[in-house]
């Protein structure tokens, strides 16, 4: 268990002691003095047990951190999350990934994240290039800088350019939010003898992409599969 006190980072493991089920997931125990919350949702991809029969009250668990505040919450999951969490993408942030897939508009770029980030082909060189397969093959390394992160659909677009000055700043969509329905913050606030009643939420709808968006997710989705 983490010691009390101790501030944990995205994605760091923890062992814990499950003190409460109920219906929207449990709350652990992971010796910070503060209960965390491992939602339903959290199980580990594939897993095709409901979640009682993976998660017991009492019952010893690893899990890793998801989400931090500063207020002390933690969410957790239980499934191992990639190299580099989504949490700590942001613009300007330089990795060296793998170009997976090369397309008329760009390429694909693994850099360890949840999913592949995207090079527009105008993004790909400081000078003119007419095609993405010019300038990157699949399976090359390359170097790459953050541009902008969407959080819904989770989208990293990227710039193979060494250009700092190319980058002009973009305003990032605003993050995922874990959201806790009303009746489980009420439960899991008893069981913790919390009666804190501030809970955020965003439920607030994006507009629809443009087509060329989507069909660069549609593209990305078959890319994660494998097809």
């Known amino acids: 268990m983490a010691e009390v006190g101790q501030r944990l980072d995205v994605g760091a493991e923890v062992a814990g002691r499950v003190k409460h089920v109920g219906i929207y997931g449990a709350l652990v125990d992971i010796g910070t003095g503060q ?6 949702s959290q199980l580990p991809n594939g897993e095709e047990r409901r979640f009682e029969e993976v998660v017991q009250a009492d019952s010893e668990i690893t899990a890793y951190v998801y989400k931090t505040r500063r207020d002390g919450y933690v969410a957790l999951t239980m499934e191992k999350p990639p190299l580099v969490p989504w949490q700590s993408i942001k ?5 060296t990934g793998e170009v ?11 850099f360890g994240a949840e999913r592949p980030g995207m090079v527009h082909v105008s993004e790909m060189a400081d000078g003119y290039v007419k095609s993405p397969s010019d300038v990157a093959s699949i399976g090359q390394e390359v170097e790459v800088r ?10 990293i677009d990227l710039s ?8 002009a700043p973009v305003e990032e969509d605003a993050e995922d939010e874990i959201e806790v329905p009303t ?26 992409r443009r087509d060329h968006r989507s069909r660069q997710e549609e593209i990305l989705a078959r890319t994660l599969r494998g097809s």
């Open 35 to 40: 209960d965390a919350l491992l939602h339903i």
């Open 91 to 95: 613009q300007g942030n330089i990795y």
């Open 100 to 110: 997976i897939r090369v397309e008329n508009f760009g390429v694909f770029v693994d």
């Open 146 to 155: 953050v541009i902008k992160k969407s959080g819904r659909p989770r989208q």
């Open 160 to 167: 193979m350019k060494k250009d700092e000055d190319a980058l």
């Open 183 to 208: 009746s489980m913050a009420q439960a899991f606030r008893r069981a913790m003898g919390n009666t804190e009643e501030n809970l955020d939420r965003n439920d607030k709808k994006r507009a629809p």
